[in-house]
T-cell receptor, first 114, second 115 residues
Framework: AQSVTQLGSHVSVSEGALVLLRCNYS??????LFWYVQYPNQGLQLLLK??????LVKGINGFEAEFKKSETSFHLTKPSAHMSDAAEYFC????????????FGAGTRLFVKA | EADIYQTPRYLVIGTGKKITLECSQT?????MYWYQQDPGMELHLIHY???????EKGDLSSESTVSRIRTEHFPLTLESARPSHTSQYLC??????????????FGNGTRLTVT
């Protein structure tokens, strides 16, 4: 069965500092992986998605994620945090089985301090 | 700008009332979904649809029902609202014709409060 674990329900960084949001997945078959962002009172927006064969995936707003199969991880990073990055971030996994359903992690709320 | 629309954005209603949450998308996507979201929790899939006249229950048991009479429309109905139904409901769609890594497109959600 698929599952997604996001380490840390809250992460706080200073403006300009590195952002690292952790995601580990479990899947019996090669997964399709996604990061979504949710701003207050809005739905989720796609940040980036894993493409087979790539280890480093670039997304919008300067975010990127590294796929490490050996560690079953898909951590999200951004070199320099901006105040506008404050939001909730969700890691998600989908496999070709199970009707193509997408399973989400519990989310990590990112706080950015001035 | 979202191509998937949910109404109402906010709804406060008394116990026992029947409610319908509307969801429409203009992208022609075959697959549509309803997720329930509570603070600090993962999104839980409560219903999904592969296309017209197709509906399935998701992983989280829900007393709500859905219908899919038209491709673009996927309303969710609660026959008798209860305080335990208080939550945020997110509608989404996807186009699997573009591959298994096609993302979900979300509406802005309906925040339901049952008093």
């Amino acid at each position: 069965a698929q599952s997604v674990t996001q380490l840390g329900s809250h992460v706080s960084v200073s403006e300009g500092a590195l952002v690292l949001l952790r995601c580990n997945y479990s899947s019996s078959v090669p997964p399709y992986l996604f990061w979504y962002v949710q701003y207050p009172n809005q739905g989720l927006q796609l940040l980036l998605k894993y493409t087979t064969g790539a280890t480093l995936v670039k997304g919008i707003n300067g975010f990127e994620a590294e796929f490490k199969k050996s560690e079953t991880s898909f951590h999200l990073t951004k070199p320099s945090a901006h105040m506008s990055d404050a939001a909730e971030y969700f890691c998600a996994v989908r496999t070709g089985t199970g009707g193509f359903k997408t399973i989400f992690g519990a989310g990590t709320r990112l706080f950015v301090k001035a | 700008e979202a191509d998937i629309y949910q109404t109402p954005r906010y709804l406060v209603i008394g116990t026992g009332k029947k409610i319908t949450l509307e969801c429409s998308q203009t992208m022609g996507h075959d697959k549509m979904y309803w997720y329930q979201q509570d603070p600090g929790m993962e999104l839980h899939l409560i219903h999904y649809s592969y296309g017209v006249n197709s509906t399935e229950k998701g992983d989280l048991s829900s007393e709500s029902t859905v219908s899919r009479i038209r491709t673009e429309h996927f309303p969710l109905t609660l026959e008798s609202a209860r305080p335990s139904h208080t939550s945020q409901y997110l509608c989404a769609s996807s186009d699997l014709g573009t591959g298994n890594n096609s993302p979900l497109h979300f509406g802005n959600g309906t925040r339901l409060t049952v008093t």
